[in-house]
């Protein structure tokens, strides 16, 4: 297997960029971007409309462009704003290639206005958005290199392009080669932009070591032709794959390899679709602590640096100690030979400083003479004073012991950060996972049906007017300020036990826990008996309903949550709450609150403490994802989950 594979594939080649332009046109054309988000260092697009229906795109310049079901903390920080004034509502007309290169041009049209949005999968690339005219109107991050200024408000340069070997006159390229190349396959990769991965399918190994001028024009004809030939079978049909060595995913492809790995015992998975594999594939990744490694290795190699430049010192101590010591117990003698020297090169120069003075060298360009006493060798000036030369001597062993002292400490923080990130590389390291309904308070009951409830009047108005159907279900605490809780029953019965359930989020999340109330009462009745519409001459305030009929109450409702981690797959979890009983069966680890005096963020942070300590793959939890689910100041009366009834179960 070449050593280019034995890394995990970071980024994009050009053919991937290819077939990921044809794919996304394909669901993405007609769809309109409904908002733009930053996730860390990647945006993501919010697309409505268009085969894809709903969903996003996950866009990290220099690395990776595609449809994306993993969605993690989403903010609209930095960059954000300016592409959301510009994008926001864009319908988009058409996703393409920019040559054979790794950018990606998607064509966009908002209020009559055509823009045009670049995605550079090149390193250092970023996301620019122009007009026709070509004004960047808004960048990810400027640039200013020697081939390319691009900044907001001047104009929008492509990045000097490669032969494309598409497009290109096949005599061209052959010259190309010729002229530059030293071997067939560095010249196919470096001067043509073909994907090393490609090469290395296509063509043989010895074909590649080859010479360009060994082969001749004809056969580099053939050669281009060939590669030609297999990338565009692959645009065309497509056969994605992630691809594992010991079940470590090491690359994706959009094609199934026949001879990349020969020799190399590897697994393939197959997909239907480039967008999953690309997503499933930088998932596994990045779960799997794969780029801590190299954190890992720079680690490694910034205290190996520190430990020899420790040796160094400790060596130059050595040398000062023992020249200081010679010295000092040797200063009649060294003073004499110092005016010998002084006197031997005023009245006959240097010439005769060696055999008047029976010194062991001389530099008169320097005014220095050199001499060994006791086995050590003394360097001193003429022109300096003796005593001077001696006192120097001593500040710098002086100043080395302090050099010495520092480098110690240094290697003392070097190998606690060492040990702390392969702590952190050896942890699984795991996504959170949001959903459509993490904007409100929400419950999926013992039997699967999903609960939403407002955090405040406004979600509540919303989540009544949006989501409650005639035969859904309306729960509410029976108390002024209460989130209002919808049970979405598609057209199902809900046992009585899942409306128990539901009924201890309506309690929880109400007035009545900053209240330091035990327990209320709770109603329910079905979506038909609700209304937004007041009697005629009264006036409902926002968040406000109107219920008809009788009402189903549940008395004595217990204030009492669990809110933990319940782990999605194979690399993500996601913040649940709800009722003990239904998130004890689910989650990893929970935390059991209840009515307190503890300040909401002190209960969070305590949370995601507890949470972190049980499941350390939990390396991105914050106490900001934890707090509202907190309905008020707290205290914290019990612990649970999975993980720690695994840990107190008999061997």
Sequence with gaps: MSTAYRRPKSSFTSLDTAVMARELNRVLVGGRIDNIYRSSSTMLLKIKGGEIGSGYVLIEPAR????????????????????????????????EQVRFERILKATLRNKGSRLLFYVELIPRGIAALANREGKAL???????????????????????????????DEGVLTDIILRKGKNVGSALVRELGIPPE??????????????????GAE??????????????????????????????????????PENLYRGTEVEYTEYDSFSKAVDDYFSQVLSEGVVSEGEVARHEALLQE???RLEEIKEAINRLDAEARVFSENYYIVEKLWRCVRETVKSVGWDRVREFCRVDDVEPSRGVFKVTINGTELSLNVMEPLHRQHALLMKKLEKERERLERGRKAVEELERRLAEVRAKASVRKLRRIIEWYDTYHWLITSHGFLAIGGRDAQQNEKVVRKYLGPRDIFVHADVHGASAFVILTEGRDVPDSDIREVAVMAASYSKAWSSGFVAVDVFWVRGEQVSKSPPPGQYLPKGSFMVYGKKNYIKGVRLRLAIGAELVGADGYRLVAGPEEVIGGRAEVYVVIEPGNIKKGKVAEKIVERLRKVVPGLIDLKADHVINKVPGP???????GRAVRRDKSPE
């Design 306 to 308: 520190a430990l020899r």
């Design 219 to 256: 056969a580099i004809i053939e050669l281009i032709r060939k590669v030609k030939t297999f990338i565009l079978a692959v645009i065309e049909s497509p056969r994605p794959v992630i691809v594992k060595v010991s079940g470590r995913p090491i690359a994706f492809h959009p094609f199934m």
């Design 634 to 640: 707290s205290r914290i009366v019990g612990y649970g």
């Design 64 to 95: 990776r462009v595609h449809v994306t079901w993993k969605i993690g903390e989403k903010d609209a920080r930095g960059w954000v704003p300016t592409f959301r004034a510009f994008m926001r509502g864009a319908v988009i007309e058409g996703v």
């Design 138 to 168: 808004a960048v990810t991050s400027s640039i200013k290199a020697k081939d390319r200024t691009v900044v907001p408000g001047g104009r929008y340069y492509l990045p000097p392009p490669l032969p494309d070997i598409l497009r290109e």
């Design 198 to 215: 490609v090469v290395n399918e296509v063509i043989q190994q010895e074909v590649r070591a080859s010479k360009p001028e060994e082969l």
